[in-house]
């Protein structure tokens, strides 16, 4: 089991850029697939970006070209760089982490979840 924290949500503009942070504990967590997830009110958990040990990633489609996953693996840390952001992204983020073989965009797929950190985009 690895225990995650996000951080770094907030309310900002349509347009504006916000990065995410989640630390987690534990000395493998190089080994770790680290995802991100959001789910806003009334809506099912989204899958939003994977960044696997291999360090290749993944990102949902509406995300695509706007958010960018990164890990530090020396800080235990993976982080989602959010730019051009629009009132539609308004959800509270998800850190999540897996031990797989296989990439897994699917939040059931997931058994290691922070709390979420809430993300607001005004128009």
């Known amino acids: 089991q690895v225990q995650l924290v996000e951080s770094g949500g907030g309310l900002v503009q349509a347009g504006d850029s916000l990065r995410l942070s989640c630390a987690a504990s534990?000395?493998?967590?190089?080994?770790?697939?680290m995802a991100w997830f959001r789910q806003a009110p009334g809506k099912e958990r989204e899958f939003v970006a994977l960044?696997?040990?291999?360090?290749?990633?993944y990102y949902g489609d509406s995300v695509k070209g706007r958010f960018t996953i990164s890990r530090d693996n020396a800080k235990n840390t993976v982080y989602l760089q959010m730019n051009s952001l629009k009132p539609e992204d308004t959800a509270i983020y998800y850190c999540?982490?897996?031990?797989?073989?296989?990439?897994?965009?699917?939040?059931?797929?997931?058994?290691?979840w922070g709390q979420g950190t809430q993300v607001t985009v005004s128009s």
């Open positions: 534990g000395r493998t967590f190089s080994s770790y697939d």
């Open positions: 960044t696997r040990t291999s360090s290749s990633t």
């Open positions: 999540a982490a897996r031990w797989s073989l296989l990439p897994s965009t699917s939040p059931s797929q997931y058994n290691n």
